[in-house]
């Protein structure tokens, strides 16, 4: 098995956008990668055409699959549970099972067709579990008041002194070529009250050509408090600031830079009358030229 070919299928894995892990596996979206993309026979190499000739390739790369969906927050459903669970390092049981705090259950997740199964009994083992259920509490209201729709929960960290609180928003539009996640990873120290994260914006268009925003913003407050609504309050004034600061951007960059790529008017400075276009002759009748 060539060491290339697992590379680039873990490249391809890292890029792959909102909502489209399998699309990117069945090579339907290769424009995003050509960066990352190997030519064989010149034509764009995809992890599907790899795995024809190599089909254990998948199995090879599954360490790439695992960062991809804990880093992604990917939320999957549990049989006979109406909440999605969360996919995160911080509620890894290892062996590729995770627990969930609200359902108290753990299970098994495949990370390359993102399902989750073998759900089995887990009570959470936290000297913070009263106030990780206060959170949760918190951090549902939240999400129900900010996002049409989201994954969230509070975990321990490994050494059971701060708490990760995460939250992911999807928003998938196919039929109209976008796809869009925001991400939110705190960590809470109770021992300090100050709270550190960062916020993720991943949105992608791709009717005819690919746009794609990729951007982090990181979040520090010194002093949040210790009661749950508190350390909610700060986080929805964080957030809040960072969508009014990238409203503001797309402003600027469709007023400024965007407007800039093109040209207001041609050369001679006059608005072209399109419905004549056929007649003029140019250099002659064009608006603005001159006759000879």
């Given at each position: 098995?060539?060491?290339?070919?697992?590379?680039a299928?873990s490249?391809?894995?890292k890029g792959?956008?909102?909502?489209?892990?399998?699309d990117?596996?069945?090579?339907?979206?290769l424009?995003d990668y050509?960066a990352?993309?190997l030519?064989?026979?010149?034509?764009l190499?995809d992890?599907?055409a790899l795995?024809?000739?190599?089909?254990q390739?998948?199995?090879?790369?599954?360490?790439a699959?695992e960062?991809?969906n804990e880093?992604?927050?990917?939320?999957?459903k549990l049989?006979?549970?109406?909440?999605s669970?969360?996919?995160?390092?911080?509620?890894s049981?290892?062996?590729?099972?995770?627990?969930?705090v609200e359902?108290?259950?753990?299970?098994?997740?495949?990370?390359?067709?993102?399902?989750?199964?073998?759900?089995?009994?887990?009570?959470?083992d936290?000297?913070?579990?009263?106030?990780?259920t206060?959170l949760m509490?918190?951090l549902?209201s939240?999400?129900?008041?900010?996002?049409p729709?989201?994954?969230?929960?509070v975990f321990p960290?490994?050494?059971?002194s701060?708490l990760?609180?995460v939250?992911v928003?999807?928003?998938?539009?196919?039929?109209?070529?976008?796809?869009?996640?925001?991400?939110?990873?705190?960590?809470?120290d109770?021992?300090?009250?100050?709270l550190?994260?960062?916020?993720?914006v991943d949105?992608?268009?791709y009717?005819?050509?690919?746009?794609?925003?990729?951007?982090?913003?990181?979040v520090?407050?010194s002093s949040?408090?210790s009661e749950?609504?508190d350390?909610?309050?700060?986080?929805?004034?964080a957030?809040?600031?960072y969508?009014e600061?990238?409203n503001?951007?797309?402003?600027?960059?469709?007023?400024?830079?965007?407007k800039g790529?093109?040209?207001?008017?041609?050369?001679?400075?006059?608005?072209?009358?399109?419905e004549?276009?056929s007649?003029?002759?140019?250099?002659q009748?064009?608006p603005g030229?001159?006759?000879?």
């Open positions: 098995m060539s060491n290339q070919n697992i590379a299928v490249a391809f894995v792959a956008p909102p909502g489209e892990l399998s990117v596996i069945a090579g339907t979206t424009k050509i990352n993309t030519l064989i026979q010149n034509r190499l992890i599907k795995t024809i000739e190599e089909p390739l998948l199995q090879s790369a599954q360490p699959f960062k991809y880093e992604q927050l990917t939320a999957a049989t006979g549970n109406s909440q669970v969360l996919i995160s390092p911080y509620n049981l290892g062996n590729g099972r995770y627990y969930d359902s108290k259950s753990s299970f098994a997740f495949d990370h390359t067709t993102q399902k989750a199964s073998a759900v089995e009994s887990h009570n959470l936290s000297q913070h579990i009263l106030l990780v206060s509490k918190s549902s939240h999400g129900k008041e900010h996002y729709a989201s994954t969230y929960s960290t490994s050494s059971d701060k990760a609180l939250l928003a999807n928003k998938y539009s196919p039929s109209n070529f976008w796809n869009g996640r925001w991400r939110s990873i705190y960590i809470y109770p021992s300090s009250s100050t550190t994260g960062t916020i993720h949105v992608h268009y009717e005819d050509g690919n746009v794609r925003l990729s951007t982090t913003k990181p520090n407050i949040v408090g749950a609504r350390i909610i309050r700060q986080i929805a004034t957030e809040k600031k969508q600061e990238l503001r951007g797309f402003n600027s960059l469709s007023e400024g830079a965007f790529l093109r040209r207001q008017l041609p050369v001679t400075r006059q608005k072209v009358e399109w004549k276009i007649s003029y002759r140019i250099g009748e064009f030229g001159r006759a000879r």
